[in-house]
């Protein structure tokens, strides 16, 4: 699938998410914008021979700037931007190979892609938490500066 197309589709499947999150209207577009650009890093990192987990930790890290940076910007929590941005990122694809070699006995390759999925997965989570532990720094810096 082409950049422009994958882009096109991770806007439309960030709105989605946004809706069914029941995210205010007026914040929708927000929401796109944060999960294409996470995308579009992703995917830009992914074919500069990144590995997936790497490019997932800085994607991830960015969509929590991004987040924080919107948050501040429009007054709306940060969770409603990173939440519908990041969800493009989640490994569904690699939790399905697991299962599916699991169910047919194929354990060895179904460990390696679970142990994949489990690592993509904490790359987001650690992405998004060490956002936020930096702008708190920078908040806490900044009252005291």
Known sequence: MDMITQLLATFFVSGAFAVIFNVPEKNILQCCIVGMVGRLLHSSLMNHDFDKVQATLIASFSIGVISQLFSKIYKTPVIVFSISGILPLVPGGLAYDATRNFVEDHYSLG???????????????VGLVLSEAIMQILKVKRKFS
């Open 111 to 125: 460990i390696q892609f679970a142990v994949k999925a489990i690592m993509t997965a904490g790359a987001i989570a």
